[in-house]
């Protein structure tokens, strides 16, 4: 099993920047992918950003430019950094962990962009 935390959330002004974290509580295995996702209020959840164990990213259209995801596998974390934040960023963001043979979510943590 394992959990993943995430930490960063909190309330910014619109143009401000947050930095999210996320860590899993063991070792993951070195194949894998590790991702953003966020889910506001009556909407469906929808990916943000992933990374693979190799560091290639895909973006979600409406963060690129804006997002920049990084992970450090020693660690076992992966980071989001927002720049720009909208209030249409305003959700909480999940962390997920995509491994061959199984997948982890974390709780969540809030982010809210005031306009």
């Known amino acids: 099993q394992v959990q993943l935390v995430e930490s960063g959330g909190g309330l910014v002004q619109a143009g401000g920047s947050l930095r999210l974290s996320c860590a899993a509580s063991r070792r993951i295995f070195s194949s894998n992918v590790m991702g953003w996702y966020r889910q506001a209020p009556g909407k469906q959840r929808e990916l943000v950003a992933t990374i693979t164990s190799g560091g290639s990213t895909n973006y979600a259209d409406s963060v690129k430019g804006r997002f920049t995801i990084t992970r450090d596998n020693a660690k076992n974390a992966v980071f989001l950094q927002m720049n720009s934040l909208k209030s249409e960023d305003t959700a909480v963001y999940y962390c997920?962990?995509?491994?061959?043979?199984?997948?982890?979510w974390g709780q969540g943590t809030q982010v809210t962009v005031s306009s």
């Open positions: 997920k962990a995509t491994l061959p043979l199984a997948e982890y």
